[in-house]
């Protein structure tokens, strides 16, 4: 049980994190048909900037300061690059994000070196957020922060307690999730500018032609979107690791949650992300493979079956294709994904 | 309106263009001997297949691919473990129709992964190729015994009944080898962009709706491209696989189909021989660039990024344009300007290696100490004249460079609107 909870705690976390990413990469696409190769290219961008903000200033307000910096970055890659290119059509677009991609690898090699850089979470996050006791005779408790050592042994052998400690990093993670989804959703529903998001992004000439500069609201749109990426860099960069690879290593999920969820529909990728999130989280634990499936329903299985390679991979070594089956499975069965309204 | 009937029984220029392009595969390693020369040229056999069959997935088909590794490396390792039959006299077929294997399970695989990618085009198109690419990469890391783990899989091409005294073990023979593989693919895929389905993959390109009306299945025709396309790759895979003699997992990787999509674009995807020149640079680029200088993907990228933005038809485009300001003979009025551009962007692009190259000396060789040479002048990594220098030596260039591209602009604008003129008269004479 307690395996089961901080597991799922565990995915709903890196779900929500996915999320972070990919929202702004739904909201760049859906407003400007721009899908942005570059986006897990800001995310690192945000964690280095924060990470050595973090020297300078702190990590609260390195919190508030990289993410604002990769907006603007953002911000003046669509206005000097992107904008450019827009006339010719998508391709064209995905091809300059492909190449920023390139450029910001090697940039971020360059300025920070090839190896991953500490980037350490501040005094208050490093501990746990609170910690599951599983207690054989008295059930299952709940104590915020860390458990002291006594509660976790147990006198009597026959009685067996277990600790399972939630980080807090993650929790924290969490928190800013969801503020950013409630942020996020109060400024698309309720304000006047985001009112004229949604406007642009279904009417552009409309809009434009009532008095609203569309340039400059995609600029905006980018900038954001780019910004929620860097938020995302500084609280994965602390929590994970890093290093230039990190881009790689998430960028290839947000694209696959995007096109899962639905493209262009913000909860479409909320519940992919959380889906993925979920999914990848308990493979990565489970230690069983169709050999041990067979083994406990009691089946014989002769020698060569038992040296069979796909017999023998576990669940937890499948982990990491299983995003990617998520999404041929999704486009063979449903091509407009979960919540999305278009066949593109 | 007057129907014009053209009687051309031989098309002069094609055939003086494909027999220079075989006399060039002929000749070229006799007149570059060198071993390293040969290596190279070899691999730029294979690149032109791979750029060649990319192409018919970007350029002609308007399909934007970030998986082409994908069908490039699978037919590699098929045509490895072909190989490794042969040598344990397994499977009875010469080495020299090996890289068909390739072609063919380069294409069964495009048969079986593109019945789910091609359902999409635009966007959506390119995302799932970059998921079924990953999958596909994450796939070689768990199964080792196709794939061959960490180490990969090697063989030896030396292997069966040596054919008219052909073993395959000299360079020379692997070369010729490789010379006529690329001569028939480039041909054979000429050949496919003037068949009615490579012109309805045009059409279907640039207007899929209308496609639609006159009565084509879009999916089935980019389906078709897309085996077509796999089919090629396979065959770069496994004259790739012939070459080296050994296959690691990188060859299905992310950067291997990143290295063939900027290629292609940088050769020129919206012409023909556009990707013959993006496969030559591409080698020139992995083997000679990269020795010259370890920030060469970052070169590589700004680029790839100001080609996007200026020159989105690539090389290619670039070399069409001007033959065209040269047919109608006004090459000679832009001249000085193309001067200009080169020395200011010379001056310029010297100043900004300075600093890159400076930055990348402290980044990675610092215990070699402070001072790196560059284009043959002594730089100190640390000292303030050095960064000043070059930091001024960039600033000048650029300022210049702006003022010729003005000027050049204006006169390429000029230019353009005289030989609109011409065309009209011509036109209007006729």
Request: glycine residues 10%; charged residues 20%.
């Given at each position: 049980m307690e395996f089961f909870l901080i597991s799922m705690l565990n995915g709903v976390s890196y779900g929500l994190l996915l999320f972070m990413l990919s929202s702004g990469l739904t909201l760049i696409f859906s407003m400007m048909g721009v899908l942005n190769f570059a986006h897990a290219s800001f995310y690192m961008i945000g964690a280095y900037f924060g990470y050595t903000l973090t020297g300078l200033i702190g990590f609260w307000p390195a919190l508030i300061v990289s993410p604002l910096l990769v907006g603007a970055c953002g911000a003046l890659f669509e206005r000097l690059s992107l904008r450019k290119v827009h006339p010719y059509g998508h391709v064209p677009e995905l091809l300059v994000t492909f190449g920023l991609s390139y450029v910001v690898l090697e940039l971020v090699q360059l300025i920070w070196g090839r190896v991953a850089v500490e980037f350490q979470p501040p005094e208050l996050l490093k501990g746990s957020a609170f910690t599951l006791i599983t207690h054989s005779v008295e059930g299952m408790r709940l104590v915020l922060g860390a458990a002291p050592a006594d509660m976790c042994a147990s006198m009597d052998t026959a009685v067996r307690v277990v600790c399972s400690p939630f980080p807090a990093t993650r929790a924290f993670m969490m928190v800013v999730a969801v503020l950013m989804l409630v942020a996020l959703w109060l400024l698309l529903t309720r304000t006047r500018i985001g009112l004229v998001i949604q406007a642009a992004l279904t009417h552009p000439d409309m809009a434009e032609a009532l008095g609203h500069n569309v340039p400059r609201v995609f600029m905006l749109v980018f900038g954001a979107g780019t910004g929620l990426a860097g938020l995302a860099g500084v609280i994965g960069g602390s929590t994970f690791v890093t290093e230039p690879a990190m881009a790689a290593t998430v960028g290839s999920v947000i694209f696959v949650v995007v096109v899962v969820g639905g493209m262009g529909s913000l909860a479409g990728a909320f519940l992919a992300s959380l889906l993925i999130g979920v999914i990848q989280t308990f493979a990565v634990a489970i230690d069983y493979s169709f050999l041990s499936l067979a083994r406990d329903l009691g089946w014989q299985l002769s020698a060569a079956a038992q040296d069979n390679t796909f017999a023998k991979l576990t669940v937890s070594q499948v982990a990491p294709i299983l995003p990617y089956l998520l999404l041929v499975l999704i486009l063979i069965f449903r091509p407009k994904g979960l919540l999305g309204t278009r066949e593109g | 309106m007057a129907t014009v009937y053209k009687f051309k029984p031989l098309n002069v220029g094609r055939?003086?263009?494909?027999?220079?392009?075989a006399l060039l595969l002929l000749v070229a390693p006799l007149m570059f001997t060198r071993n390293l020369s040969h290596t190279m040229l070899e691999q730029m056999g294979i690149a032109i297949i791979a750029c060649l069959s990319y192409n018919v997935l970007l350029g002609q088909g308007g399909m934007l691919s970030f998986g082409h590794a994908v069908y490039t490396g699978l037919g590699s390792y098929m045509a490895m473990h072909a190989l490794n039959a042969v040598s344990g006299g397994k499977l009875g077929i010469p080495v020299s129709l090996l890289p068909l294997v390739g072609g063919l399970s380069g294409m069964g695989f495009a048969v079986l992964l593109g019945w789910v990618t091609t359902r999409k085009s635009g966007t959506p198109f390119a995302m799932i190729t970059l998921g079924v690419a990953e999958l596909v990469f994450a796939m070689s890391l768990m199964f080792s015994e196709f794939f061959g783990g960490e180490a990969g899989v090697s063989g030896n091409r030396v292997a069966g009944q040596p054919f008219l005294g052909i073993t395959f073990g000299p360079q020379i023979q692997v070369y010729y080898l490789i010379a006529v593989y690329t001569f028939v693919s480039v041909a054979a895929l000429f050949a496919f962009t003037q068949t009615p389905l490579g012109?309805?993959?045009?059409?279907?390109?640039?207007?899929?709706?209308?496609?639609?009306?006159?009565?084509?299945?879009?999916?089935?025709?980019r389906y078709l491209a897309f085996i077509i396309s796999g089919f090629f790759a396979g065959i770069a895979g496994g004259l790739g696989a012939i070459n080296f003699e050994i296959v690691t997992a990188e060859v299905v990787g992310a950067a291997r189909s990143g290295a063939y999509l900027l290629f292609t674009f940088l050769g020129g995807a919206t012409f023909f021989f556009g990707p013959v020149i993006g496969g030559v640079l591409m080698v020139i680029a992995f083997v000679l660039l990269s020795e010259l200088t370890k920030a060469w993907l970052l070169y590589l990228g700004l680029v790839f990024l100001f080609m996007v933005m200026y020159a989105p038809g690539?090389?290619?485009?670039?070399?069409?344009?001007?033959?065209?300001?040269?047919?109608?003979?006004?090459?000679?009025?832009?001249?000085?300007?193309?001067?200009?551009?080169?020395?200011?962007?010379?001056?310029?692009?010297?100043?900004?290696?300075?600093?890159?190259?400076?930055?990348?000396?402290?980044?990675?060789?610092?215990?070699?100490?402070?001072?790196?040479?560059?284009?043959?002048?002594?730089?100190?990594?640390?000292?303030?004249?050095?960064?000043?220098?070059?930091?001024?030596?960039?600033?000048?260039?650029?300022?210049?460079?702006?003022?010729?591209?003005?000027?050049?602009?204006?006169?390429?604008?000029?230019?353009?609107?005289?030989?609109?003129?011409?065309?009209?008269?011509?036109?209007?004479?006729?």
């Open positions: - | 055939w003086v263009i494909w027999s220079l392009f012109r309805i993959l045009n059409a279907v390109r640039d207007n899929p709706e209308r496609v639609e009306f006159i009565g084509y299945n879009t999916q089935r025709v690539g090389i290619a485009s670039l070399i069409m344009m001007n033959l065209r300001v040269a047919k109608f003979g006004k090459l000679r009025q832009i001249w000085n300007s193309y001067l200009g551009l080169g020395l200011t962007a010379l001056v310029m692009l010297a100043g900004a290696g300075a600093i890159i190259e400076m930055v990348y000396h402290l980044q990675l060789n610092s215990a070699l100490g402070d001072n790196l040479r560059f284009m043959g002048v002594m730089l100190n990594a640390r000292g303030l004249d050095s960064w000043f220098g070059a930091a001024f030596v960039m600033l000048t260039g650029l300022g210049l460079f702006e003022l010729a591209r003005r000027q050049y602009m204006r006169e390429w604008g000029a230019i353009q609107e005289e030989i609109e003129k011409e065309i009209k008269r011509r036109e209007t004479a006729v």
